[in-house]
T-cell receptor
Framework: GQQLNQSPQSMFIQEGEDVSMNCTSS?????WLWYKQDPGEGPVLLIA?????ELTSNGRLTAQFGITRKDSFLNISASIPSDVGIYFC?????????FGKGTLLTVNP | DAGVIQSPRHEVTEMGQEVTLRCKPI?????LFWYRQTMMRGLELLIY????????DSGMPEDRFSAKMPNASFSTLKIQPSEPRDSAVYFC????????????FGPGTRLLVL
């Protein structure tokens, strides 16, 4: 099946720092989505990207859909303690989502 | 709106027992998804429904797993018989018009099979 390679697996940063994480795949996806999961909860959608090359922002979050449709990145600017959690990328192909393994983000106050 | 509701939140059972997980999607959502999350394999789609009809069950691990959606407001995922390797967090999600748009996840059911 299709696989998404998400990196890094984990990050430890200081409050106020910027964060960047990315996803790559050998397959083309029609849609890229970024979700965040807090402990004990289900994932929550942060940003959805529907066109190759699309750059979308949501507050301090910015994500881009790669031109080749095989990759995407998520940036978080000026991190705050509540940014802590697991960030997942997900790609849609043939009306089915494939999720990356996630990036665990820890923010030290 | 109450969001996606799942029950139970936690389940501990012994190997060989039947386990039934329940989900109530957001009212008006036509799509319902069942996912399994483990440390090793991450978040995997098991099956999804459109208007109560199963569309893709290629992610269902084996015949021990079955899912039903008897009406628009209720779905079950059943494991019979359960095995220790089924231990995971099972999420239900729903969306308004398709898998590629916003999926709203429930809080999950944490299953432990001893």
């Amino acid at each position: 099946g299709q696989q998404l390679n998400q990196s890094p697996q984990s990050m430890f940063i200081q409050e106020g720092e910027d964060v960047s994480m990315n996803c790559t795949s050998s397959s083309i996806f029609n849609t890229w989505l970024w979700y965040k999961q807090d402990p004990g909860e289900g994932p929550v959608l942060l940003i959805a990207l529907y066109k190759a090359g699309e750059l979308t922002s949501n507050g301090r979050l910015t994500a881009q859909f790669g031109i080749t449709r095989k990759d995407s990145f998520l940036n978080i600017s000026a991190s705050i303690p509540s940014d802590v959690g697991i960030y997942f990328c997900a790609g849609d192909s043939n009306y089915k989502l494939t999720f990356g393994k996630g990036t665990l983000l820890t923010v030290n106050p | 709106d109450a969001g996606v509701i799942q029950s139970p939140r936690h389940e501990v059972t012994e190997m060989g027992q039947e386990v039934t997980l329940r989900c109530k999607p957001i009212s008006g959502h036509d799509y319902l998804f069942w996912y399994r999350q483990t440390m090793m394999r991450g978040l995997e789609l098991l099956i999804y429904f459109n208007n109560n009809v199963p569309i893709d069950d290629s992610g269902m691990p084996e015949d021990r797993f079955s899912a039903k959606m008897p009406n628009a407001s209720f779905s079950t995922l059943k494991i019979q018989p359960s095995e220790p390797r089924d231990s995971a967090v099972y999420f239900c999600a729903s969306s308004l018009w398709g898998p590629q748009e916003t999926q709203y996840f429930g809080p999950g059911t944490r299953l432990l099979v001893l």
